[in-house]
T-cell receptor, first 107, second 113 residues
Framework: GIQVEQSPPDLILQEGANSTLRCNFS?????LQWFHQNPWGQLINLFY???GTKQNGRLSATTVATERYSLLYISSSQTTDSGVYFC?????????FGPGTRLSVLP | NAGVMQNPRHLVRRRGQEARLRCSPM?????VYWYRQLPEEGLKFMVY????????ESGMPKERFSAEFPKEGPSILRIQQVVRGDSAAYFC???????????FGQGTRLTVV
């Protein structure tokens, strides 16, 4: 089945800093999504982005499907951005999650 | 349009009992996915269902676990004779079709004592 990798596994930032999270996948995909799991365990949809670039406030994402990666950009990070960021891809069979990037934003 | 609803939010069961987890998809969504998340780990796929059909159950243990998505009513994930290792958060997601955006419920946290 499809393999999904995320980097870095852990990231510590000072409030106000910018960051880039990466998701690599091993095969072509029909669907790619980014999620934020907050400290209470809730999964929040960030982007549905099988290809191209999208922006939502301080967050933006780019997927280059031909090169099998996606990037999530967080600008001017806030403490409320802390949590785990997952990318998930669908290969036509099921929806596979990466291992996540754990982000801690310090005040 | 209400989101994906899971209940109960928390469930405590003694070893050997049965656990029933419910998932009501978003209105208009006929595809449901179930995932398990162990503490400090990622989400692992369990089963993918479309109304009345199991499409892919490759991630579900062969014994004690079953899932259904009847024509009427919520999707049910059933765990028989629970063991301590079943303690985890169970999430379901729904989407209107394959390769479409999926939305997750808040999860059911199962604790086996």
């Amino acid at each position: 089945g499809i393999q999904v990798e995320q980097s870095p596994p852990d990231l510590i930032l000072q409030e106000g800093a910018n960051s880039t999270l990466r998701c690599n996948f091993s095969d072509s995909v029909n669907n790619l999504q980014w999620f934020h799991q907050n400290p209470w365990g809730q999964l929040i949809n960030l982007f549905y982005i099988p290809s191209g670039t999208k922006q939502n406030g301080r967050l933006s994402a780019t997927t280059v499907a031909t090169e099998r990666y996606s990037l999530l950009y967080i600008s001017s990070s806030q403490t409320t951005d802390s949590g785990v960021y997952f990318c998930a891809v669908e290969d036509g069979q099921n929806f596979v999650f990466g291992p996540g990037t754990r982000l801690s934003v310090l005040p | 349009n209400a989101g994906v609803m899971q209940n109960p939010r928390h469930l405590v069961r003694r070893r050997g009992q049965e656990a029933r987890l419910r998932c009501s998809p978003m209105k208009g969504h006929s595809h449901v996915y179930w995932y398990r998340q162990l503490p400090e780990e990622g989400l692992k796929f369990m089963v993918y269902l479309q109304k009345e059909n199991i499409i892919d159950e490759s991630g579900m243990p062969k014994e004690r676990f079953s899932a259904e998505f009847p024509k009427e009513g919520p999707s049910i994930l059933r765990i028989q004779q629970v063991v301590r290792g079943d303690s985890a958060a169970y999430f379901c997601a729904s989407s209107p079709s394959r390769a479409n955006e999926a939305f997750f419920g808040q999860g059911t946290r199962l604790t086996v004592v």
